[in-house]
């Protein structure tokens, strides 16, 4: 990445990460995808237990890979072969260790904002696993509460439609239509702007552009 993007990213990083800790919640930076794996690696003890929602952030700087090829106990509802298998390991992830995910939009003083289809992945935000571990690129930072909403309906959410076999206008148009389709990917819409319990969302802000 160019050298004054980085400074400017490493500089805009420490704002984010005090803002994250007024509301409770941890930050760190990584200047590299490799360097964001090994943070995350650390900040989860052998043996816990694992699971996440869709992430194409924790794919991309292969925490996934890691924590299925290492010694913990994994939850992975792609595993499942039937619906109610799947319900049912969705479920075992909210008693989980940890969570894995990353988030939509996060502005400069620290509010994350996340807009889900089946509700599972903002569920487990709020409530349930013990940590919660988001890989967030410096891509998804935005200003104010306002422009983190913008971008999760008009980038996050129409991208993310483009990955399913789904009927929906921001998958046709590229851009959101406020749909009420059976297949609308904009069904939960979460704001996380303190964590009750101290420290349990872990935000490891990425010098790359990660995700949606």
């Not at 569920?123 to 930072?141: L, S």
């Not at 959410?157 to 009927?167: K, T, V």
């Amino acid at each position: 990445m160019d050298e004054r993007r980085t400074m400017r990213n490493g500089l805009l990083a420490e704002k984010i990460i005090k803002g994250l800790e007024s509301r409770n919640m941890e930050g760190y930076y990584a200047e590299t995808k490799e360097e964001a794996l090994k943070t995350a690696l650390k900040l989860i003890p052998e043996g816990s237990s694992i699971g996440w929602g869709g992430s194409v952030s924790v794919d991309a700087v292969g925490l996934k890979e890691a924590v299925c090829s290492g010694n913990y106990r994994i939850h992975d509802r792609n595993a499942a072969g039937t619906e109610e298998e799947k319900r049912q390991i969705e479920l075992e992830v909210l008693g989980s260790d940890f969570l894995l995910c990353s988030t939509n939009a996060i502005t400069e003083d620290g509010i994350l904002v996340n807009i889900d289809g089946r509700g599972n992945r903002v569920a487990g935000i709020v409530y349930g696993p013990r940590n919660v571990i988001m890989v967030v690129g410096m891509n998804k930072v935005v200003k104010t509460l306002e422009d983190a909403w913008s971008r999760a309906r008009n980038e996050a959410a129409p991208i993310n439609a483009q990955r399913f076999p789904l009927q929906t206008p921001c998958k046709k148009t590229g851009s959101c239509a406020d749909c009420k389709s059976p297949d609308t990917v904009c069904c939960q819409f979460l704001v996380t702007r303190f964590s009750k319990v101290p420290k349990r969302i872990k935000v490891i802000l990425v010098n790359e552009d990660l995700g949606f």
